[in-house]
């Protein structure tokens, strides 16, 4: 803060300065603190985006549900009936089925969000707000579909008659590092998408590729050891094993893996925030 | 106290030449992405301040930098360089209702679009039926908005952004905002505002409103404050400079026998303006040389909107022309009660023989600022009087006598 609010100030009403952006991690710091007051823009938009899907569709939530369920059975009948595929002695609709849940999750918030900016352009060149509220709607909306699944899941483990051990409180961990790493990636993707659609043309494809960089088809233990160290990089690595190991398998987190995708995504959130901030000084300008 | 304050001010703007770097490379594609493009400056070294429960009125051409100002301090977009001091929650009177999700109801959008201009949901429950009485969108709540018609969709667009409560007001062009009576609502809705002691800035070319309005104006000319003052005085500035900075059309001197010298307009005690009201007297007065004797000659005075539409004409006889002496001399033009609505006016003045030959033509001669006035319907304001028939005795006298409406 600078010298010229000798003349304002002194009375309770906030005091704000606009100047011009630069990149700041500490002024990202400051960003968060005035979110608590758009918080009911949050949740509002949350809301909506889940009566706005829903509205003028047949299936309505069904979608929530198809999604999984659809690519579940293409899986089994390419990895289970055509080729052999190992599943750490879990049925493998099953085995797939879980890792669809945490990967849908990651892939459809984040795709959503790639584009959620250029989408409301005409809210972001009217209104002030700010912006990273709209990319974060998109990770709550993947949260709450989420949690539809997770119910077909639990069905599903009836069905196979797979207990379920206290390992699954390790579920809350997980999903708060995959969220972590959704939002980081979502922050920073819809302010590139501002300046460069491609990245929204290449969504499909990265997450495709990304898909198969990651165990979700098939376990962790299959990739050769002298990739390990590489393929662990990949935050969603740990995230779905060790979604698997607590939820199916009811063995303890891995906290080496778990530790891996926890700071690989917290780095990128704070970075991504920042960059974020700076993106949105302008980004009405060039949207 | 200060409530905004810009200290020098600036914004600048990249503009890309997208088909200039259509087949360009990739490389040089990122690269003028990133730092190229033309800079344009839209406001330069910009110094304001507007004080608690002032309303200050920027006015400029398209292009003056008055809109971006007005995302500057909305904070849509950040200044280039200098710092913008706001004081207390900031809201602007815009285009509410391009927020609006056409899927959702009504009801449904009230809630996001009030959220988004930063109102909590509990006041927005609260004022949640005034909003909708506002409106008279009330039996229309629970319909998805994409079955409202764009009167509706703005009614109620204004009625949520006018049921927040900020300590600044940003206004920008809303008097255009839905048929007659609604945006006399509107206007009514602000000047209580104001009342209350709202520090308000309002960003317009409507003249007549930002006299209404405003306590101080600005004049912005390519993105600098060139002047300020009384908002008065600066519409009557903002006039000339419209006349300076617009080509003036077929200026050339006139070789025929009567020659158009020059015009000046006046208001009823003869004194010198550009600023008239819908429904109030006008005069204007053009100057001629007449090299000969002419035996008739026919003057007329063009009023057009800034579109070029003619819209009201003043003629010397129509039937029966006069004649003009050799040498200078003057006609004077006089209407007592104007119709003209409230806007800018080029005036072209011409002088034409008894065949309609035109000896002498000034087009853009002028330009003027109709204020608004007597309020009435309808397209245009027309001179009436009025009488009213009492019951016999009482009304003698009174009932005589013909009354201009106001």
Redesign the interface.
């Known amino acids: 803060m600078?010298s010229?609010?000798s003349?304002?100030?002194n009375?309770t009403?906030?005091?704000?300065?606009?100047?011009?952006?630069s990149y700041n991690p500490l002024g990202a710091l400051r960003a968060i603190g005035e979110l608590p007051?758009?918080l009911?823009?949050f949740?509002?938009?949350c809301l909506?985006r889940a009566?706005?899907r829903y509205?003028?569709s047949l299936l309505g939530v069904g979608w929530a549900l198809l999604q999984p369920l659809l690519l579940m059975a293409v899986y089994v009948v390419i990895f289970s009936i055509l080729v052999q595929m190992p599943s750490d002695g879990v049925p493998y609709p099953l085995f797939v089925f879980a890792g669809l849940l945490p990967w849908i999750y990651f892939s459809s918030a984040v795709t959503a969000a790639t584009g959620c900016l250029v989408s409301h352009i005409?809210?972001?060149?009217?209104?002030?707000?700010p912006r990273e509220i709209l990319p974060l709607s998109y990770v709550i909306v993947g949260l709450i579909d989420f949690a539809m699944a997770s119910c077909v899941l639990a069905l599903m483990m009836i069905f196979y008659h797979v207990r379920v051990g206290m390992t699954v409180l390790g579920v809350i961990p997980v999903l708060a590092v995959e969220t972590v790493f959704v939002a980081a990636l979502s922050l920073v993707f819809s302010a590139i998408q501002v300046?460069?659609r491609d990245l929204g043309l290449a969504m499909p494809l990265l997450m495709q590729l990304w898909m198969f960089a990651s165990p979700v088809v098939y376990p962790m233990g299959r990739v050769p050891a002298r990739l390990l160290p590489w393929y662990e990089l990949n935050p969603m690595a740990g995230i779905l094993e060790n979604f698997r190991r607590v939820v199916l398998l009811r063995q303890p987190l891995d906290y080496h893996l778990l530790w891996i995708s926890l700071v690989i995504s917290s780095v990128l959130l704070m970075a991504s925030y920042a960059y974020f901030k700076l993106q949105e000084?302008?980004?009405?300008?060039v949207i | 106290m200060i409530d905004l304050k810009l200290d020098n001010v600036s914004k600048k703007y990249r503009i890309w030449q997208e088909e200039a770097t259509h087949h360009a490379g990739l490389l040089r594609k990122i690269r003028r992405r990133l730092g190229g493009g033309n800079e344009f400056w839209a406001l330069r070294g910009i110094d304001l301040e507007v004080k608690s429960g002032e309303t200050l009125g920027i006015i400029g051409h398209n292009g003056s930098g008055k809109s971006t100002i007005l995302k500057l301090l909305s904070r849509i977009t950040a200044p280039t360089e200098g710092e913008i001091t706001i004081r207390g929650r900031l809201a602007a009177l815009l285009e509410v209702a391009s927020g609006f999700h056409p899927e959702l109801t009504g009801r449904e959008n009230i809630f996001l679009s009030g959220t988004i201009i930063g109102m909590r949901r509990r006041e927005i429950h609260a004022s949640l039926d005034s909003i909708m009485d506002f409106a008279e969108m009330r039996p229309f709540i629970d319909l998805p908005v994409k079955r409202y018609s764009s009167g509706m969709f703005v009614r109620l667009g204004f009625s949520i952004a006018a049921h927040t409560q900020p300590d600044i007001l940003l206004l920008d062009e809303v008097l255009a905002v839905g048929d007659v009576s609604f945006q006399r609502k509107c206007m009514d809705h602000i000047e209580q505002l104001k009342r209350k002691g709202l520090t308000m800035v309002f960003i317009s070319h409507d003249l007549a409103a930002v006299e209404r309005l405003c306590d101080r104006a600005v004049l912005l000319e390519k993105g600098q404050i060139v002047q300020e003052g009384a908002p008065a005085v600066l519409a009557g500035q903002y006039l000339t400079r419209i006349d300076r900075s617009e080509e003036l059309g077929e200026q050339r001197e006139s070789t025929g026998p009567l020659g158009l010298r020059g015009l000046e307009f006046l208001d009823i005690d003869g004194r010198s303006t550009l600023q008239f009201r819908t429904g109030y007297a006008l005069r204007a007065r053009v100057e001629y040389d007449a090299m000969i004797a002419l035996p008739a000659v026919r003057f007329r005075m063009l009023f057009k909107g800034i579109d070029g539409s003619a819209q009201c004409e003043f003629l010397t006889g129509d039937a029966e022309m006069p004649a003009a002496a050799a040498g200078r001399g003057a006609v004077e033009f006089c209407c007592e009660e104007i119709g003209l609505q409230p806007g800018i006016y080029h005036v072209d003045v011409l002088a034409e023989n008894e065949a309609g030959a035109v000896m002498d033509v000034k087009r853009r001669w002028a330009v003027i600022h109709v204020a608004s006035g007597r309020f009435t319907h309808g397209a245009f304001y027309s001179p009436h009087s009025w009488k009213l028939e009492a019951a016999q005795e009482a009304a003698q006298g009174a009932g005589e006598m013909p009354r201009a409406n106001g």
């Open positions: 600078t010229p609010e003349a304002i100030a009375e009403r906030p005091v704000r300065h606009v100047r011009p952006p007051e758009y009911d823009l949740l509002t938009l909506h009566s706005v509205k003028q005409q809210i972001v060149t009217k209104v002030y707000f300046r460069f000084a302008t980004m009405a300008d």
